[in-house]
Nanobody, 124 residues
Framework: RVQLVESGGGSVQAGGSLTLACTVSEDIVGGSCMAWFRQAPREERTAIAVTDYIGRTSYKDAVLGRFTVSRNHNKNTLYLQMNMVRPEDTAMYYC??????????????????WGQGTQVTVSS
């Protein structure tokens, strides 16, 4: 069973930076579509970045230009570099993975594998 484990969450002041990591139990990082989601209190979980199996990444407008997704295939890890964070970035952050053929479905929240989430809190 594939497992995804997020780490790196915490508290940060507005304008600061934080890096989240998603470590995968099997070597699927290089061959899967993966995404970062977030869920703020009383809101639905939504995708903020989707990266396909060859590394092309699309971002939600709210994070475009501030957040960057990268992969380390040797470590089976997906990263989310968060810069210039804002209080509205406060949320539980999740990573997810799915097969190459279902990449577009990630934007609809349709994924085969999910992590347990890591909390990010941004103070003003």
């Amino acid at each position: 069973r594939v497992q995804l484990v997020e780490s790196g969450g915490g508290s940060v002041q507005a304008g600061g930076s934080l890096t989240l990591a998603c470590t995968v139990s099997e070597d699927i990082v290089g061959g899967s579509c993966m995404a970062w989601f977030r869920q703020a209190p009383r809101e639905e979980r939504t995708a903020i970045a989707v990266t396909d199996y060859i590394g092309r990444t699309s971002y939600k407008d709210a994070v475009l230009g501030r957040f960057t997704v990268s992969r380390n295939h040797n470590k089976n890890t997906l990263y989310l570099q968060m810069n210039m964070v804002r209080p509205e970035d406060t949320a539980m952050y999740y990573c997810a993975a799915t097969s190459q053929t279902a990449c577009a479905k990630l934007w609809d929240g349709d994924a085969e594998y999910w992590g347990q989430g890591t909390q990010v809190t941004v103070s003003s």
